[in-house]
């Protein structure tokens, strides 16, 4: 049925329904594009900051281990300026600190995924929506020239298929950069957690407690 047809002819064939699906493709490539860049700043040497940090920290410089937090792009580098902010502080400030920015930084790295989910779920749906009006429109073939054959429902039919093929491949790749999003999210929040309770340990090390 599509031999002679290119990619584009496939796809005007789906009708209507292309046309919400292929904004749900320019989302899902925006988003993943954006959330790939954004995730792969904040990859740094974790333990060789912490380690800087750590000297400075029982150097009594302060502000040299915050310069060291400034100039990375890390959530995990803000929670770690958030706590030396609050250095002379006792433990449950310290703390407090470091977990507001945590859970600041966890709202960020989420920040567009729940794009990514909601195209995934409503994809097939639009692509099943599709192949209602491409059934619908070869039934209306068939009243309306009073015979059936494939001349007369060929349209309808191109037009289901395509409809739902497109939107079973955008729900497709939504969920693989979704899922892809999420695990690098709980990576990162777990690192998070981890370096918190680390950056704690040094800093009430220094003060005696």
């Known amino acids: 049925m599509f031999q002679s047809y290119n990619l584009l002819q496939i796809l005007i064939q789906g009708g209507i329904a292309m046309i919400p699906l292929l904004i749900c493709s320019l989302l899902i490539v925006a988003v993943i594009i954006e959330r790939f860049l954004a995730y792969r700043r904040i990859k740094f040497d974790v333990e060789d900051t912490l380690y800087k940090i750590q000297h400075s920290v029982l150097k009594g410089n302060i502000l040299e281990a915050v310069s060291l937090c400034e100039a990375k792009t890390s959530p995990i580098a803000v929670i770690f300026k958030a706590g030396l902010l609050k250095y002379d502080h006792d433990r449950d400030e310290i703390l407090e600190a470091m ?108 003060q005696g407690k």
């Open 99 to 206: 977990e507001r920015a945590r859970i600041e930084e966890s709202r960020k790295l989420k920040r567009y995924v729940w794009l990514l989910g909601t195209i995934g779920s409503c994809a097939p749906f639009i692509g099943l929506f599709g192949a209602i009006i491409g059934i619908m429109r070869a039934f209306h073939n068939i009243a309306a020239t009073g015979s059936g054959g494939m001349a007369v429902v060929a349209g309808g039919i191109a037009e289901a298929l395509v409809a739902t093929a497109y939107g079973l491949v955008v729900a497709i790749i939504a969920v693989i950069g979704y899922n892809c999003c999420m695990v690098s999210i709980s990576n990162t929040t777990e690192d998070m957690k981890v370096y918190t309770l680390r950056l704690l340990e040094i800093l009430m090390e220094q």
